[in-house]
């Protein structure tokens, strides 16, 4: 048998891959998780381009159309609600808004705040998380205390109580920005110990590593350790969790629109169309479907692309 030369052994070489490279693998073989990708890529562009969607299919969110409402009934006129080409998802009752393009605008809020919220809590959280994970003592038990108490904050009641008692004009915002702003808070700045103990946790093994000691021994401070030598290893933990905390942030903020403390009409929002559909979805159910459906295929969708996610960058799962 002829011996393989030295130039057949090179290019037989086995090349190494990057953490990126494994991950995106792993992700293309799990079609679900592929396919809620697809779908959070397509909602933020319908968010993005939502002005020239709704022109190019719809009407704008605010504009009155009387003519599609029975002046008798207050109802949608035709089957279905009023759905018709001019109206992909009907009209609204009473007033006969376009409910594709407040579905369509609705998004813009829903996902602004739920993406908004989500960075400051990962930002809280990540900081704080290594920072207990890494010192351990007094440090460790003042910040795991501290994630106790957000923890347990009847955080539904708050936000109820704080969008009662902030006026109309605040902090220099007013109208629907002092809102987003509001929200943006409510949700970010009390949900930030949920991956705040998850990176806490990664943290506290990762500080006996040998890298860690390596760097250490060779003079680096604490903060060269914490934000050069330990985070990079956590950004797999980092954005999994966020691709899964977004959907939880979505439904909250379709939670307090619907309780009227949200974002205030006429500004679309999801779950300020739940809260309007309930008075009319036995006559009119196409008014509460749509904007149900939205938030229940972008919960679905961000669900299934973070726990590929997880699957993909989780080195006992290969």
Same mark, same amino acid.
């Given at each position: 048998?002829?011996? $393989?030369? @030295?130039? /057949?052994?090179a290019g037989t070489a086995i090349q190494g891959r990057s953490l990126r490279q494994i991950a995106w693998g792993g &992700?293309?073989?799990?079609?679900? /998780?592929?396919?809620?990708?697809? /779908?959070?890529?397509? +909602? $933020?562009?319908? %968010?993005?381009?939502?002005?020239? !969607?709704? %022109?190019?299919?719809? #009407?704008?969110?605010?504009?009155?159309h009387y003519d599609k409402v029975d002046p008798d009934l207050q109802v949608p006129r035709g089957p279905f609600g009023g759905i018709s080409p001019d109206f992909l998802f009907g009209a609204e009752p009473?007033? @006969?808004?376009?409910?594709?393009?407040?579905?369509?605008?609705?998004?813009? *809020? =829903?996902?602004? !705040? /739920?993406?908004?919220?989500t960075m400051l809590s990962v930002l809280l959280g990540t900081v704080l998380g290594v920072v207990a994970g890494y010192f351990g003592g007094w440090v460790d038990t003042l910040i795991s205390r501290t994630m106790d108490v957000f923890l347990a904050f009847p955080l539904l009641l708050f936000a109820i109580a704080l969008a009662g008692v902030v006026p109309d004009r605040a902090f220099g915002l007013a109208g629907d920005t002092l809102r987003i702003a509001l929200m943006v808070f409510i949700i970010g700045f009390f949900n930030w110990p949920y991956i705040g103990r998850i990176i806490r946790g990664q943290a506290l093994s990762l500080r006996e590593r040998e890298f860690v000691d390596a760097a250490r021994s060779l003079g680096a401070g604490s903060p060269r350790i914490l934000f050069i030598e330990m985070l990079p290893n +956590?950004?797999?933990? !980092? &954005?999994?969790? =966020?691709? +899964?905390? *977004?959907p939880t942030n979505i439904l909250f903020e379709a %939670?307090? =629109?619907?309780?009227?403390? @949200?974002?205030?009409?006429?500004?679309?929002?999801?779950? @300020? $169309?739940?809260?309007?559909?309930? #008075?009319?979805?036995?006559?009119?159910?196409?008014? $509460? +479907?749509?904007?149900?459906?939205?938030i229940f295929v972008t919960v679905l969708a961000f669900n299934l692309f973070g726990d590929g996610l997880r699957d993909a960058l989780d080195p006992r799962s290969r």
């Open positions: 048998m002829p011996r $393989m030369s @030295g130039q /057949a052994h &992700l293309k073989r799990d079609k679900v /998780a592929l396919g809620g990708g697809v /779908a959070v890529v397509t +909602l $933020m562009l319908v %968010a993005i381009f939502a002005p020239v !969607i709704v %022109a190019a299919l719809g #009407h704008p969110p605010l504009e009155f009473v007033n @006969g808004r376009d409910v594709f393009s407040r579905v369509v605008y609705g998004s813009r *809020i =829903s996902l602004l !705040i /739920a993406f908004l919220a +956590l950004a797999a933990p !980092i &954005l999994v969790y =966020s691709t +899964l905390l *977004i %939670a307090l =629109s619907f309780l009227g403390v @949200g974002v205030r009409p006429p500004t679309p929002t999801w779950g @300020g $169309m739940l809260s309007d559909a309930t #008075h009319w979805f036995q006559i009119a159910p196409n008014f $509460m +479907l749509f904007p149900g459906l939205a």
